[in-house]
């Protein structure tokens, strides 16, 4: 803490910050890409430059007389998941953060509804799949209430380990990714803004498509860029939900992590996050992140 | 104006109701299912009632060794709360100003919240293997006995794993420090100054006591990430595993209620600290006003 005495470097405070960025992102990244051109065999990997290891990704590819490659299909069923995921928690994420912005009318509320909302995000991913079961299961309550509605005259075996419960767990898991926010940003909104378009006229309707939703536009981006990415690279949750049976590119570097092909692993970690940085960058385009902490 | 009370007010408390459900629901299912009798299964309807399956847990009957993968965690934690505090609040303190290499460090810390958990995990990996090759490799060039008799790898719950994690605590630990420092009045640090109080002085006297109910926010975010994380330190905690990692694993072994009471556990561990830095939280922003 003696730096504070030295006006000029304040900015050293950072360097230990700055130091576990280097060692434990910058350095392992760029490892990342290098070893990606590497050679392996079953034990051990070995400095070269091939391309093999990209080859290998896009084998049978190009060729469009046979079925859709493994590669095109995986990352197909993955940016699949990525859009219906996105579409639900937005639209849920936007009418929670709604309520919480404009209906909520004492702060002391808006804080405890906010963290009722955000209480879920500190506690365990993973127990919070396996609490699907009981109510998904062969013999969970859901298919207990159908079979007894007479909807379904046998157990609905779609409910779990299958898509279906893949993006109802994302769903449940991130829709707060989508709320903090847009509700950031609907704080932000000058009241006067509304009541002026209200006296003017315009409906509730109008005011939220003309006025709230665009000036929302930053908290959705932010929001959608944290959900699009944390799909794209799932590898748990489409492993614990899909009963281990459903592809996922993030699944394809876990399983050749597992058999020591770490240069093929590299290669497409390198594809995934070329591909996630690509939808970032596109979609940062629209705003300027700084502004809206 | 919008906040009258009309139907679609309620349509939305309807709409708030339901959400809420939605996310509370089936952890209360499990939590529910854990207090089962012996004969309990994975699903309703409840066999009974008992604390069977928390005793069955306690002897670790079914289950690896989970006692000290808890312990492991809680360690984890809280050396990874320590951590974030510490190192986001200083960092947080230079980015008030400029300074050389900033809009760098502010990309990574951006980059490094949506970089997919397992590329991170795989490059972390990688790196502590290449480590572990050019430890040998001193070892038996040089001859260095230690090396070659004890060493085994550099991977380790405290090295990789612990910078894994980090990675993931402290841009959450630094974007606070942002949102505070955004709505920080200077005046009372320049009117500290302006005394004669030093940086350092001013910084304990006047600007802690004001962010110190935010830094609660940090320490929360910084152990409950810790303890719950799994994505990130899947492929560097060495050989001995976290608790989030030995649940992933029994979600393909385990057919008994014993997860969900090991479910039921690690929950209250995480609402017991929440409730306690929500306290904390809000005893010092008392304190102050």
Known sequence: MKLLKLKPSVGLLSIPYSLIFIFFFFIPLILTFIISFWDYNEYSIIPDFIFENYSYIFKDCL??????????????????????????????????AYFLAFY????????????LCTIPFWTSNVIRMISWIPLLG?????????LSTGLVDAPQEWLLYSGFSIVLA?????????????????????KSII???????????????????????????????????????DFITIGIMGGQQIPSIGKIIYVEMSYLQLPAAAANAVILLALTLLIIWIMTKMIDIRKEL | MLNKKNKTYYVCVFFFCLFVLFLYGPTFTIVLLSFQGPDGGLTFPLNGVSTYWFEELW?????????????RSIILGVIVMILTVLLSVSAGLAFRKKFWGSDTLFFATVASLIVPSIVLSLGVALQFRLLDDFTKWLGSTFDINYINEFFQTTLGMFTSGLGAQLTWTLPFGLLIMFAVFNRFDKSYEEAARDLGASPWKTFKEVVFPLIAPSIIGIALFGFTLSYDELARSSQVMGAGNTLP???????????TPVIYALGTVTTFVSFSV??????????LKRKKG
């Open chain 1, 63 to 96: 060729n469009f007389e046979k079925d859709m490659c493994v590669t095109f299909k995986t990352y197909l069923s993955t940016f699949i998941f990525c859009f219906i995921t996105w579409f639900f928690t937005l639209i849920i994420g936007f009418f929670v």
């Open chain 1, 104 to 115: 909520v009318n004492s702060i002391t509320w808006q804080i405890v509804l906010f963290l």
């Open chain 1, 138 to 146: 062969r013999n969970g309550l859901v298919n207990d209430f159908l």
């Open chain 1, 170 to 190: 994302f769903v449940h898991l991130y829709t707060l990714f989508m709320i903090v926010p847009i509700f950031n940003s609907m704080m932000r909104i000058d």
């Open chain 1, 195 to 233: 009541e002026a378009a209200y006296d003017n006229g315009a409906n509730g309707l109008q005011i939220l498509w003309n006025v709230i939703i665009p000036l929302c536009k930053p908290g959705i981006v932010i929001g959608s860029i944290f959900v699009i990415t944390v799909v794209m690279g």
């Open chain 2, 59 to 71: 002897r670790g009957g079914s289950v690896v060794d989970i006692g000290s993968a808890f312990k």
């Open chain 2, 245 to 255: 990692l030995e649940l992933r694993g029994l979600t393909t072994t385990v057919t």
């Open chain 2, 274 to 283: 929440i409730s306690i830095s929500i306290a904390c939280y809000i005893w």
